[in-house]
């Protein structure tokens, strides 16, 4: 039981190349979420999931784009890198909707850390 | 101007300690998570509180959620190096889909 699975760890890309991330869960929940991690700003939600072959905007969704064809599986596309997604991604799961209270416990990967020059 | 608002950013204190961490928001959420995250990894669950006025305790953390569902504090008791971290708080707003997270406190107990 992997939990939630990030690829890679780390990448580095120049301005305007582009990137997939894949996020894999193997504990089949429902909820999938995309962030990323700045200093001083805790996690801000980019993009999310409530099943299969849904996708929905978070907070910071510019420049990224989604997939979720697959229940376990939730992609993260930058289809033209900017300076200003140089960041640690993680993507995480849950079982319950975010307002299910004490079920909402979500899940989270190792991150990938992402430099664009 | 994010939805939750940690304070204080950063904490050094020496072993033994007590402190008290605050998350503050001017909106209401329908239920509160406090995350601890340790370098290089994603961050892990420690509580989830869902009534106002509710106070959980775990071993030396106590936690607090206030009357109007608008804030919440984390106090850790006799502080170890192993509480050493980044705490996260979170919470969704009303039936909403999405999770807000805190700005985060940044917490190093020194030996």
């Known amino acids: 039981n992997a939990g939630v699975t990030q690829t890679p760890k780390f990448r580095v890309l120049k301005t305007g190349q582009s990137m997939t991330l894949l996020c894999a869960q193997d504990?089949?929940?429902?909820?999938m979420y995309w962030y990323r991690q700045d200093p001083g700003m805790g996690l801000r939600l980019i993009h999310y999931?409530?099943?299969?072959?849904?996708?929905a905007k978070g907070e910071v969704p510019d420049g990224y784009n989604v997939s979720r064809l697959k229940k376990q599986n939730f992609l993260l596309g930058l289809e033209s890198a900017a300076p200003s997604q140089t960041s640690v991604y993680f993507c995480?799961?849950?079982?319950?909707?975010?307002?299910?209270?004490?079920?909402?416990?979500?899940?989270f990967g190792p991150g990938t850390r992402l430099t664009v020059l | 101007t994010q939805l939750l608002e940690q304070s204080p950013q950063f904490l050094s204190i020496q072993e033994g300690e007590n402190l008290t961490v605050y998350c503050n928001s001017s909106?209401?959420?329908?239920?509160l998570q406090w995350y601890r995250q340790e370098p290089g990894e994603g961050p892990v669950l420690l509580v989830t509180?869902?009534?106002?006025?509710e106070v959980k305790k775990l071993k030396r953390l106590t936690f607090q959620f206030g009357d109007a569902r608008k804030d919440s504090s984390l106090h850790i008791t006799a502080a170890q190096p192993g509480d050493t971290g980044l705490y996260l708080c979170?919470?969704?707003?009303?039936?909403?889909?999405?999770?807000?997270f805190g700005t985060g406190t940044s917490l190093t107990v020194i030996p």
């Open positions: 995480a799961s849950s079982y319950s909707p975010p307002s299910g209270g004490l079920y909402n416990e979500q899940f």
């Open positions: 504990m089949n929940h429902e909820y």
């Open positions: 999931s409530v099943g299969e072959g849904t996708t």
């Open positions: 909106s209401v959420f329908s239920s």
């Open positions: 509180v869902v009534t106002g006025g």
């Open positions: 979170a919470g969704p707003l009303g039936t909403g889909n999405q999770f807000y």
